[in-house]
């Protein structure tokens, strides 16, 4: 079990966050097929990720169908297998949890916040990918990160490379990842990762392939590749939006200068229960657009157990609504 409990800074830093795109519906083949629409210039969008930790499923299939029901846009699991609040306790998997739950909801899009590169070759996590694009006819947001929890390697014998090794690997995977979604067979021959004439059958409904979804925020490899391969950046957003707005002007100069539009990527970034519960909608409310004014387009609420409810009530019917008028 964990020692100590993660920072709120580590834990975004580490798991990043989500945002989704925009669906136009398209049919082909005989089968019903969804493609995914550029995100930047879409409206305010609103997530939720209640943690599958200290929690039982039938709890957290309540608060994802609320959800549903209320309105928000996107809603997350995370990918860990041991509690990341340091307190012993059951912890359900994201990705056998993601299809449950998405075999259970009907507008949400649906995605992992975000998957760790360390846990799985990226081609089963493909085959996964695509599996839960078919459950949800469509509704997948794939998360991806480096992986960064410690702990959990070594409990449980994973390999926990250097944060540059972690890196490198997570590049080879969103590679990986893409040609097998676009590709009939698929040949890949990189440092970490192999395919050799793959064949990927059945592709996502999503096409050319879900909404790819990369969070983190290292200079040297990660936000080059978010750069030219995410349709959805999750990164820290500072208290201070005069400094999430430098965040992202940099961000927005390396797009430009690997030839991509930085409205092609959309930002997202978390919002905790402490900025929400107790507060005034109209306080709220100016959190999210001073925010939303320097380029965030999407916001996930992080919920721990027991879900609050009331809260997410409140903020559907209190902040949601006037945020996307």
């Not at 800074?9 to 795109?21: D, N, T, Y």
């Not at 005989?30 to 939720?48: D, L, S």
């Not at 992992?112 to 799985?120: A, E, S």
């Not at 040297?220 to 999750?234: Q, Y």
């Amino acid at each position: 079990m964990v020692g100590m409990p993660v920072s709120r800074r580590g834990f975004i830093k580490g798991v990043g966050a989500v945002a989704a795109a925009s669906m136009l519906r398209v049919r082909g083949g005989g089968a019903e097929q969804v493609r995914a629409a550029a995100p930047g210039a879409a409206r305010i969008r609103f997530g939720v990720q209640p943690r599958p930790e200290q929690t039982t499923y039938d709890d957290i299939l309540r608060c994802w169908q609320t959800c549903d029901e209320l309105g928000f846009d996107s809603a997350f699991t995370f990918d860990h297998f041991m509690p990341i609040d340091g307190k012993p306790g059951p912890c359900l998997e994201g990705w056998t949890l993601l299809s449950a739950l998405a075999a259970q909801t009907k507008h949400v899009k649906v995605g992992v916040l975000v998957t760790g590169n360390t846990y799985r070759y990226p081609a089963v996590l493909a085959k996964m990918a695509a599996t839960v694009d078919q459950v949800s006819h469509g509704r997948l947001i794939l998360g991806m990160g480096a992986a960064w929890f410690a702990a959990e390697h070594t409990a449980y014998g994973i390999p926990f490379y250097s944060k540059g090794e972690r890196a490198r690997r997570l590049v080879e995977s969103v590679q990986v990842v893409k040609a097998l979604f676009t590709q009939d067979r698929a040949t890949f021959t990189g440092k970490y990762y192999q395919l050799k004439d793959a064949p990927f059958d059945p592709k996502p409904v999503q096409r050319p392939h879900p909404p790819i979804l990369i969070g983190g925020m290292g200079p040297k490899v990660v936000l080059p590749l978010v750069a030219r391969h995410a349709d959805i950046w999750n990164f820290f957003a500072p208290d201070d939006p005069a400094q999430a707005n430098e965040t992202i002007a940099r961000f927005d100069a390396l797009c430009q200068k690997v030839g991509r539009n930085p409205a092609e990527v959309e930002k997202q970034t978390t919002l905790h229960p402490k900025e929400i519960a107790g507060r005034p909608a109209k306080e709220v409310q100016g959190r999210v657009r001073a925010l939303a004014a320097v380029g965030v387009r999407h916001f996930v609420v992080s919920l721990p157990a027991p879900y609050d409810m009331a809260m997410l009530r409140a903020f559907a019917k209190d902040v949601m609504p006037a945020l996307r008028d």
